[in-house]
C-alpha cells in the first residue's frame, strides 16, 4: 500500500503561483509514476502532468504546458507541481496519484494509489 497526502492548495489571484506538495509513505518503492490531476466543480477528473519515477521524465496535459512544472524528491518520497500564470479555470480540486505500472499515463484507471485532494481557487 502507498499512502499519499497532499498539501499546498489555497486561494490566489490571477497570475500568480502556488506550489503543490504530495507526499508518500509506505511501499514507495513500487511506484513507476506518479501523477497530478484536477477536478472542477461539475466537471470530470483531467490529467494535468505525470513523472516518472526513475528518471524524471515528465508529460503535461497541453492546458497546463508552459505553466506547471512537476518534480520529485525521491530522497523525501514528495512530488511537487509548481503552478504559475494560474487562471481562473485552474480553479480545481488537485489529487496526487501514483501507479504500480504503465498503461496510459493521462487515465485515471493507471493509478493505484490516490491522495485526498486539495483545493487550489483562483481569482479573477
Known amino acids: 500500500q502507498v499512502q499519499l497526502v497532499e498539501s499546498g492548495g489555497g486561494l490566489v489571484q490571477a497570475g500568480g503561483s502556488l506550489r503543490l506538495s504530495c507526499a508518500a509513505s509506505?511501499?514507495?518503492?513500487?511506484?513507476?509514476?506518479r501523477a497530478w490531476f484536477r477536478q472542477a466543480p461539475g466537471k470530470e477528473r483531467e490529467f494535468v502532468a505525470v513523472?516518472?519515477?526513475?528518471?524524471?521524465?515528465?508529460y503535461y496535459a497541453d492546458s497546463v504546458k508552459g505553466r506547471f512544472t512537476i518534480s520529485r524528491d525521491n530522497a523525501k518520497n514528495t512530488v511537487y507541481i509548481q503552478m504559475n500564470s494560474l487562471k481562473p479555470e485552474d480553479t480545481a480540486n488537485y489529487y496526487c496519484a501514483a501507479g504500480l505500472s504503465v498503461a496510459s499515463v493521462t487515465a485515471e484507471s493507471t493509478y493505484d494509489f490516490w491522495g485526498q485532494g486539495t483545493q487550489v481557487t483562483v481569482s479573477s
Open positions: 509506505g511501499r514507495t518503492d513500487r511506484t513507476y509514476v
Open positions: 513523472i516518472r519515477s526513475s528518471d524524471g521524465i515528465t
